[in-house]
């Protein structure tokens, strides 16, 4: 299926294959009769964050859950790691290795502890010992700023800290990759900081990054790249700075001013 | 102040000092203060109330006269329970008592009672620490009761003649035995076998998918006594004339799939409740399959579906009693069958043997429900408010 488009000098390559981490090439997805993603190119550079914005139905979540396969693609290549995607159970596996996901509602195991949530994928995907992916967990709780609630449940939390857990949960397969699809949009005003800071201090460390948001401020801040899709295309890729200040298409115009008070 | 300045009909207010949280009001006073809120609180409640009370009154009153008060407690036979002067007695548990052991075994030889008693004890010594949650060894526990146990019922119930233990043959085991072995042999394997279903149901594969609509659909669509007619009638006959399966290995079988067609639909239910953002949390932290079933999706679903799974075992543990049709001497062929001994025959020992029968199987079926109930309050982990 998706080894069927050999398209791919449409888009010439300037980086090699080891700079990037996630390369879409000709990337097309239905929904029944509905084209969801249309020919979508993207490469993503290691150690890059971008930022994906758009109206609610643009493909944005889509794309990101292209990545790690949570979507399956019906035309063109996508390459993450060095690693095509594929029908290939065992290359999904492999690639879901090292792509975190954080998703708008959290999605943490209920019937888990905080430090089990954590260390389950460890222990299990990575043959982990239990007292050391324990200490892996502690360490990456400790880095959302919540070691104190290690032993409480998911539904003893609250929503801006269950979304912090859901950070350390993916950390802790120390993934290369980091995918968040409109990780604050489920939560209260006052607790939007509190992850967005935690955001801010991951891309701070150098993690590859793409993140589904409709927080401009972030954007601006961390982002080295804001894509903005619309109707399943990519309508305008820019540096933050350009895109806020010069869009250029007459649609990124007219979304950034009723986003933009 | 002007006339015209509209005075407000509410005052501004601003607070610096949070108020401190502050203990509730007594919810209650005494019992009296509970029977008055939940019991008498107008004249219909009240009303409703003493008629509840005389209905109570009415029906434990002849039922403790009957069990109780004039009941006949010991006697050879059944002299010692006919009416006296004219006066009928009440419950004939003499007879009951006489016939204890073939209620408990069948026609299991008496001088091996000490092999079927030392199951009884094994597995209950290995069944409660299983159940209660703060013993530890929870691994070790199962793999004795699932793994060595049903090795070592099986050599001591049916015997081995190498380790000295007479063969006992299927057709002597009865009463409340046969009824406990069909029972759980019937739950332990409906259970994993209703969950291969369950997920067979959904999977995205559509002969797996198939083959499992087609089992559920076949076993819910047959009445159970349909089944045990089929296994002890007609499979012998399809089946070739040097393969003879045991008298009671039949309905058991045929018991165990019933119940697992059930148990599968019950599970399903569970699977459809769980959130979409569960698989695709377990399949982002790259785990397989079987890993996010086993370890995210069933623990939840499972949970959910307590209530079912503990009611189907309880309608498996009373349909075993269909068994008695086809010709077996579980707990009620057996009671059934000694009511025809003229030995003990009188007019209060049918009575009798049916509300014995009816407190064995409560007492079985309630502790089913008492400890599903339990688990349900253990296993919650959201915020209880």
């Known amino acids: 299926m998706s080894t069927t488009s050999n398209n791919t000098s449409a888009i010439a390559s300037a980086a090699s294959t080891d700079e990037l981490a996630v390369q879409m090439i000709d990337v097309n997805k239905w929904y029944g009769e509905f084209h969801v993603l249309r020919d979508i190119n993207l490469e993503v550079f290691r150690g890059e964050r971008i930022v994906i914005c758009g109206p609610s139905g643009s493909g944005k979540s889509t794309l990101i859950r292209c990545i790690n396969r949570l979507e399956e693609h019906q035309a ?55 007292k050391e992916a324990e200490e892996i967990a502690m360490h990456f709780l400790e880095k959302v700023h919540i070691p104190e609630q290690a032993h409480k449940y998911p539904g003893q ?105 | 102040m002007p006339a015209t300045t509209k005075k407000l009909p509410w005052q501004p207010f601003h607070r610096n000092d949070m108020l401190p949280p502050k203990p509730p009001p007594p919810a209650t006073t005494g019992v009296l203060g509970w029977l008055r809120r939940n019991l008498f609180s107008n004249w219909w409640n009240t ?200 008298k009671v290995v039949r309905p058991l079988v045929g018991v165990a799939l019933f119940a697992a067609a059930y148990m599968a639909e019950v599970v399903r239910g569970g699977l459809q409740a769980i959130p979409k953002g569960q698989y695709e949390a377990a399949q982002a932290l790259g785990l397989t399959y079987w890993q ?25 543990f009373k349909d075993t009693s269909l068994v008695s049709i086809i010709g077996l001497f579980d707990l009620l062929g057996i009671v059934q069958t000694s009511l025809a001994d003229a030995k003990w025959s009188t007019p209060t020992t049918a009575p009798t043997a049916y509300l014995f029968l009816a407190l064995v199987y409560f007492f079985f079926c309630y502790g089913m429900s008492r400890y599903s109930l339990f688990m349900e309050r253990h296993l919650h982990t959201g915020h209880k408010r």
């Open chain 1, 76 to 130: 063109g290549r996508i390459i993450v790691n060095g690693t095509e995607l594929t029908e290939d159970v065992k290359k999904i596996e492999e690639i879901r290795r090292e792509v975190g996901m954080v998703f708008q509602h959290f999605n943490l195991f209920p019937h888990l502890t905080v430090l089990e949530n954590c260390t389950l994928a460890p222990i299990w995907v990575r043959r982990m010992p239990k």
């Open chain 1, 157 to 261: 939390l609250s929503g801006g800290q269950q979304q912090r857990v859901a950070i350390a949960r993916s950390l802790c397969m120390q993934p290369q990759i980091m995918l968040f699809d409109e990780p604050t949009s489920a939560l209260d005003p006052e607790m939007i900081k509190e992850v967005l800071e935690v955001m801010v201090e991951l891309a701070e460390t150098g993690m590859t990054m793409l993140v589904v948001t409709h927080e401009m401020g972030f954007a601006r801040q961390v982002a080295d790249r804001v894509i903005f899709m619309d109707q399943g295309q990519i309508v305008e890729m820019n540096t933050p700075e350009e895109f806020f200040t010069n869009p250029q298409s007459e649609r990124t115009k007219l979304f950034l001013s009723q986003i933009l008070h």
């Open chain 2, 47 to 246: 009303l409703l109330t003493l008629l509840g009370l005389w209905f109570i009154w009415v029906v434990a009153s002849s039922l403790i006269e009957f069990a109780l008060i004039k009941a006949v407690w010991t006697g050879e036979d059944r002299n010692a329970c006919l009416p006296k002067d004219g006066v009928e007695v009440g419950a004939c548990w003499a007879y009951v008592n006489a016939k204890f052991n073939q209620f408990m075994d069948g026609f299991y030889p008496a001088d091996q009672e000490w092999r079927y008693l030392t199951v009884y004890a094994v597995g209950i010594a290995l069944l409660v620490p299983l159940l209660i949650p703060k013993v530890p060894w929870k691994g070790l526990n199962a793999l004795l009761l699932f793994g060595a146990y049903p090795v070592l019922a099986y050599l001591l119930l049916y015997g081995a003649p190498s380790l000295g233990l007479p063969i006992v043959e299927t057709t002597q085991w009865g009463g409340l035995l046969l009824t406990l072995v069909i029972a759980s042999v019937g739950i332990v394997i409906s259970l994993p076998l209703g969950i291969v279903f369950a997920l067979g149901r959904r999977s995205q594969l559509p002969v797996i998918r198939f083959l499992s609509i087609a089992f559920i659909e076949f076993w819910r669509g047959v009445p159970l006594i349909t089944v045990l007619f089929m296994s002890s009638v007609m499979l012998p006959l399809f089946l070739p004339e040097d393969v003879t399966l045991d």
């Open chain 2, 292 to 316: 996010m079933m086993g370890l995210i999706i069933l623990p939840q679903a499972l949970k959910l579906v307590i209530p079912g799974i503990v009611n189907t075992f309880i309608g498996l």
